[in-house]
């Protein structure tokens, strides 16, 4: 944890429109500065720093984003000076100090960047501690809000979020019934006419209904439990809730310890590629052979995200 009981000492962006909250950049500069980080978690996919004086600092990554640790230095262009106080939009870019993943080209688009304070012992300092925390965003989509921690947690959004499928909480009896029990959904899910009608994999990536699955890791978990994407949660029998709620959880675990899919954009901490990607099994696999079946894999497009499946091992 080489930002953990780290404290912000500046931050600098050349795209003010990622600070949602407060979304006066100035107010948000002043705000930030001086809070200590004294615990990382995350809900679903928003990844929250709880921070000293009661505050918290929220980051989603959204579909490009990915956030990294290192040291930058900004290299500007020849008879540009340097100022003391750093631009929010200086010409030249920011560059990593030592060579290796952080220069790759998908973790150049730099936007937002925290600066630290030193790292509390030597031994910290040697190699593992952070001077920045910075967003590398393609697309610019991501989102940073700052909370006092109390309406944080008190806020509609988040307390709408479903169970977390890692949670020791979320048992087999709970999924069971998240799936398939309309009293156990959300209000506006329920009018949505999800439950007992709704397309398998529409609910599973419904953050109401459970939180943080996502198109890819839901494709891969029906692949495992040899589920199409278009059947009804109604029709799916006790031995397939069984068998997909195990998937979720393969799946999931198998991302984590990969260091995520970096099929496309995203990068770890370190700026490196996650492998899960090398082990999917279904998502983005159009036209080829099913590792299971060897039938020709489908892709069908439905709630506005793509579906991939072995129409063969996966028949309605």
Not at 55 to 74: A, D, P
Not at 136 to 144: E, L
Not at 145 to 171: A, Q, R, V, Y
Request: hydrophobic content about 35%; glycine content about 8%.
């Amino acid at each position: 944890m080489r930002v953990l009981k780290r404290t912000f000492i500046n931050v600098w962006s050349d795209w003010e429109k990622t600070i949602k909250k407060p979304k006066d950049f100035k107010v948000f500069k002043k705000l930030i500065k001086g809070k200590k980080i004294i615990k990382i978690w995350r809900r679903a996919k928003n990844i929250i720093f709880n921070l000293s004086e009661g505050y918290s600092l929220l980051i989603h990554q959204k579909m490009t984003g990915h956030l990294m640790v290192g040291e930058w230095k900004l290299k500007k262009p020849f008879g540009v000076g340097h100022s003391a106080e750093l631009s929010r939009s200086p010409q030249g870019k920011w560059q990593p100090i030592k060579k290796g993943p952080l220069e790759e080209k998908i973790n150049t688009f730099l936007h937002v960047i925290f600066f630290l304070d030193n790292p509390p012992s030597h031994k910290a300092s040697n190699g593992q501690g952070a001077k920045m925390l910075a967003l590398s965003d393609v697309r610019k989509f991501a989102k940073i809000e700052l909370w006092k921690t109390e309406e944080l947690l008190n806020s509609e959004d988040f307390n709408k979020l479903g169970p977390e499928p890692l949670d020791k909480s979320f048992t087999f009896k709970k999924f069971k019934e998240t799936l398939q029990c309309k009293k156990s959904l959300p209000p506006a899910y329920r009018q949505a006419g999800a439950g007992r009608q709704g397309k398998v994999k529409q609910v599973l990536m419904n953050p109401e209904v459970i939180a943080g699955i996502g198109n890819i890791y839901s494709n891969e978990a029906l692949w495992w439990s040899k589920i199409n994407p278009q059947k009804n949660v109604s029709e799916l029998k006790l031995k397939e809730l069984k068998l997909l709620y195990d998937s979720i959880k393969k799946v999931l675990l198998a991302g984590i310890r990969l260091r995520g899919e970096s099929f496309s954009d995203y990068r770890d901490v370190d700026g490196k590629k996650g492998h899960f990607d090398e082990e999917r099994k279904v998502y983005k696999r159009e036209k080829e052979k099913c590792s299971r079946c060897g039938t020709v894999i489908k892709r069908l497009k439905f709630g506005g995200r793509s579906a991939f499946f072995c129409p063969n091992c996966q028949g309605l």
